[in-house]
């Protein structure tokens, strides 16, 4: 099978505006559509910055739906609502540091702004997630330094045998 379609994928926008519908999700759509060739988003909301709220979310994504990739959107900065990072940190039983670490790196050459970036990345289950920022612009620049590695990396989540140097 090709790549396209193979993983199933769920996209989480956290945004109090959104959730009342005060403000249209572009940075949700902006990541439905960079992810369109790693498979089939399955799974997509806009929830509040409600940290109990995203982490049942995130498990049920994880554990009842079973998905292989969780991207999140949103509330990864430093005002008081801003929890999506606690929310994942409770959820993931293996943190995958270089990723954030790659995404603030790369950014940092955008704006100065991306150190304000809490985002995480880590695996529970079967289910790699991955917290982006909130605005369009820093979606956009975040995902694209991770999205080349994500075909490898969830072929290996998903037990992928092959030697990686071959
Ligand atoms: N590569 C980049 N990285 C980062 C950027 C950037 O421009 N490029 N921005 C940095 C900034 S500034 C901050 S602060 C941090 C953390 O951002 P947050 O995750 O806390 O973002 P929010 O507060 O949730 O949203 C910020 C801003 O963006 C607009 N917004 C938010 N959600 C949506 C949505 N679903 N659709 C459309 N627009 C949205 C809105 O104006 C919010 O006020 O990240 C750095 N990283
Ligand atoms: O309404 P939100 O949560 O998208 O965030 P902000 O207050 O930063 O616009």
Redesign the pocket.
């Known amino acids: 099978m090709s790549g396209a379609g193979r993983y199933t994928i769920g996209v989480l926008?956290?945004?109090d505006?959104?959730s009342r519908g005060e403000?249209?999700?572009?940075?949700?759509r902006i990541v439905r559509e960079m992810v369109a060739g790693l498979g089939e988003v399955t799974r997509y909301q806009?929830i509040p910055?409600e940290e109990e709220l995203i982490v049942r979310t995130l498990v049920e994504w994880a554990d009842r739906d079973g998905l292989d990739l969780i991207l999140t959107?949103?509330?990864?900065?430093?005002?008081p609502r801003?929890v999506?990072p606690e929310a994942t940190a409770r959820v993931i039983e293996r943190e995958v540091p270089g990723m954030a670490e790659a995404?603030?790196m790369?950014?940092l050459q955008?704006?100065p702004?991306?150190?304000?970036?809490?985002?995480m990345a880590g695996v529970r289950r079967h289910s790699l997630i991955i917290?982006?920022?909130?605005?369009?612009?820093?979606v956009?620049?975040?995902l694209e330094v991770v999205l080349p590695a994500l075909e490898h990396g969830l072929a290996k989540l998903k037990g992928d045998p092959s030697e990686c140097a071959r």
């Open positions: 926008t956290l945004s505006k959104g403000r249209e999700d572009e940075s949700g806009v910055d959107t949103g509330g990864t900065g430093l005002t801003d999506t995404m603030r790369a950014s955008k704006t702004h991306a150190m304000l970036s809490r985002a917290n982006l920022p909130g605005s369009p612009k820093g956009r620049e975040n």
